[in-house]
């Protein structure tokens, strides 16, 4: 598991102040950026095996609004892994009293650049390796 720090920026906020709803897909996407880079290995370095991580679902739930000016903690973890597939879970946490503000989870894909589906136990026994293991 990591945990990620973000201040909610004035940008991320609605006309009420209140963070607009795809921002947490954003957030998701850093915190699972920070989990692999904390295990060992960043996106860059799996592309470059030719190997690429497309989203294929999400799921999100809102729980309590995010403000302005808040900072909020993205907890992601790896909730299952096969040789074609990678699947993440997050918890949004308003920092100051702890409230959870909303659960996602994504689903990927193992693919090459030609987006057909690839068994990295095979093609990449590294990556294999380092995301079986727990952080």
């Known amino acids: 598991m990591t945990?990620?720090?973000l201040r909610v920026r004035y940008?991320?906020?609605?006309?009420?102040g209140v963070v607009y709803h795809s921002n947490y897909l954003v957030w998701c996407e850093i915190?699972?950026?920070e989990l692999l880079r904390k295990m060992g290995?960043?996106?860059r370095e799996i592309e470059a095996m030719d190997i690429y991580l497309p989203v294929t679902e999400v799921n999100?739930?809102?729980k309590s609004p995010a403000r302005y000016d808040d900072v909020v903690v993205v907890e992601t973890r790896i909730s299952n892994?096969?040789?074609?597939?990678?699947?993440?879970?997050y918890q949004i946490v308003r920092k100051e009293d702890n409230v959870l503000l909303a659960e996602a989870a994504t689903h990927h894909a193992f693919v090459d650049g030609s987006g057909r589906p690839v068994n990295i136990k095979k093609k990449a026994p590294r990556l294999w390796e380092i995301i079986q293991k727990p952080v």
Do not use: H, K
Request: glycine share 8%.
């Open 3 to 5: 945990a990620v720090e």
């Open 11 to 16: 940008q991320e906020t609605d006309q009420m």
């Open 31 to 33: 915190g699972r950026t």
């Open 41 to 43: 290995i960043s996106y």
């Open 60 to 62: 999100c739930r809102y």
């Open 81 to 89: 892994v096969t040789g074609v597939r990678l699947d993440f879970t």
